[in-house]
């Protein structure tokens, strides 16, 4: 997250309704708002991290205990079905055939984009990880391999 004061409470509380097991770490971005003070209550764990998608989703991912690390934007709310929607699947490093999830940002651009892409999910089972993603821990580790020149 990064400056989420207004919306982090709702969100990480979402997460708890939808997936009440789940190990929730938020990490924050230096935040120059209340955001810490909102979510620090709502998560098991609250990481500061420089600021940087890559780098907060590295160090949560460095926390974390579970096998799956499925990632939530702070501005994107999940259902209450988000547990069930986290499925096992035959393909090992697949966590979640797909994600549906709101996007709640004022921007109403990123809103109306937010239809298209569930509309998507829901009928290829294929999800965009532009606003969550998941992936199970032996993958989201695993060295990149490098493609070889021709």
């Given at each position: 997250m990064l400056n989420e004061e207004?919306?982090?409470?709702?969100?990480?509380?979402a997460?708890?309704?939808?997936?009440p097991d789940a190990e929730v770490i938020v990490v924050d971005g230096a935040s120059s708002d209340r955001s810490r003070d909102q979510a620090r209550?709502?998560?098991?764990?609250?990481?500061v991290a420089p600021r940087g998608l890559a780098r907060q989703m590295n160090a949560g991912a460095a926390a974390a205990h579970g096998d799956a690390l499925v990632f939530v934007h702070a501005d994107t709310l999940v259902p209450p079905t988000f547990a069930r929607d986290i499925s096992s699947r035959s393909d090992a490093a697949v966590v979640a055939d797909r994600l549906i999830c709101v996007f709640t940002t004022a921007r109403r651009s990123l809103r109306l984009i937010g239809w298209p892409i569930n509309t998507r999910s829901r009928l290829s089972a294929r999800a965009r990880a532009t606003r969550r993603s998941a992936v199970r821990r032996r993958f989201f580790f695993r060295p990149a391999r490098r493609l070889s020149q021709h």
């Amino acid at each position: 997250m990064l400056n989420e004061e207004r919306t982090i409470a709702a969100h990480a509380g979402a997460i708890a309704v939808g997936a009440p097991d789940a190990e929730v770490i938020v990490v924050d971005g230096a935040s120059s708002d209340r955001s810490r003070d909102q979510a620090r209550p709502r998560c098991a764990l609250l990481l500061v991290a420089p600021r940087g998608l890559a780098r907060q989703m590295n160090a949560g991912a460095a926390a974390a205990h579970g096998d799956a690390l499925v990632f939530v934007h702070a501005d994107t709310l999940v259902p209450p079905t988000f547990a069930r929607d986290i499925s096992s699947r035959s393909d090992a490093a697949v966590v979640a055939d797909r994600l549906i999830c709101v996007f709640t940002t004022a921007r109403r651009s990123l809103r109306l984009i937010g239809w298209p892409i569930n509309t998507r999910s829901r009928l290829s089972a294929r999800a965009r990880a532009t606003r969550r993603s998941a992936v199970r821990r032996r993958f989201f580790f695993r060295p990149a391999r490098r493609l070889s020149q021709h």
